[in-house]
């Protein structure tokens, strides 16, 4: 007799059901998450944990060995009354507003004339831009042998043409404007490449219709150019007062602050008060508190520029 054989049958897996729209939107996020925890996590670490630390530190007396320990507003009274602090309050305030005669309007005058070219644009935008590419201590050094009174550069220049040479670094007139021309070489580049890309964003129309009615290049500049790109000028006087204030590397390479404490910078007082003055961090860590609130008074003041024009 034939004996049947049964098959078992085969059991099929349930199909799964595929994801709810919902569901797709969170897993598709779930990585940008991760990758904006993880930036959020470092940006804390390094940018805000450091300015709560500033904060407490003006608050505190401490050699970062032993436990700290409060003095309240002591640190603000030892700075207020050091004999430099008015003095390198002044000193900024004068870089800032020589950086931004020389360093805010020759970038945007050095675009201008880089956006009319029509040949050898590629090559003077990278002959511009190649200090930036440069370290900064290198740029400085290289300074420090143009400004040196024997065989510097610019003396050899000013005895060529037959004018008297000058104690650059030396001498209280000079010292200041000679860390401008430094700190203005090395920032050149990357203000002219801003300018030049809020420059190629005007409609060609306007500038045709501008010479239709008569315009000159420089009546162009000042109704066309000037307002065209004034969102971006009011950005770019924010940065840089921003980073004229705090400057550092120029006055601690070149002059150490002096002659006569004419460099002494805020920034720089603060490294001295942290490094040099026995290690007094609270009162460094004081003087950068109202450095922050003087920057913040002027961001508020641009945003509120800012905020107008648009």
Not at 28 to 48: E, I, V
Not at 67 to 89: E, I, K, S, Y
Not at 133 to 144: E, G, K, N, W
Not at 182 to 206: E, K
Request: with cysteine; aromatic share 12%; net charge positive.
């Amino acid at each position: 007799m034939e004996t049947l054989t049964v098959e078992p049958q085969r059991r099929t897996a349930p199909r799964r059901r595929p994801p709810s729209k919902r569901g797709r939107a969170a897993r598709r996020n779930l990585s940008a998450y991760g990758f904006l925890c993880a930036a959020l996590f470092c940006f804390a670490m390094f940018a805000w944990w450091p300015i709560v630390k500033e904060v407490l530190l003006s608050f505190q007396s401490t050699n970062l060995v032993d436990p700290p320990t409060w003095v309240g507003l002591d640190n603000f009274r030892t700075v207020v009354h050091d004999p430099a602090f008015g003095q390198a309050w002044r000193n900024t305030l004068v870089f800032t507003l020589l950086a931004l005669v020389c360093g805010y309007i020759i970038p945007f005058a050095v675009a201008i004339v880089l956006n009319e070219l029509r040949h050898a644009r590629a090559y003077l935008r990278f002959v511009v831009y190649l200090p930036v590419m440069l370290p900064p201590i290198v740029a400085v050094l290289l300074f420090r042998w143009f400004y040196d009174p024997g065989p510097g550069l610019f003396n050899q220049i000013l005895d060529f043409v037959g004018l008297p040479t000058l104690s650059w670094l030396d001498s209280t007139s000079t010292a200041l404007i000679s860390l401008v021309i430094v700190s203005t070489w090395m920032n050149l580049g990357s203000g002219v490449l801003i300018y030049l890309a809020a420059l190629q964003n005007i409609p060609g129309d306007l500038y045709e219709a501008a010479e239709l009615d008569g315009a000159g290049i420089f009546k162009r500049i000042w109704h066309v150019t000037i307002p065209q790109t004034r969102l971006i000028l009011l950005l770019m006087l924010m940065l840089q007062i921003v980073a004229t204030m705090q400057v550092f590397i120029e006055p601690y390479m070149l002059t150490g602050g002096g002659p006569e404490n004419a460099t002494v910078t805020v920034a720089y007082l603060m490294y001295q008060y942290a490094f040099v003055y026995g290690g007094n961090y609270g009162a460094g860590s004081a003087l950068g508190l109202m450095l922050m609130v003087a920057l913040l008074a002027v961001a508020a003041v641009q945003l509120r520029l800012t905020r107008e024009e648009k």
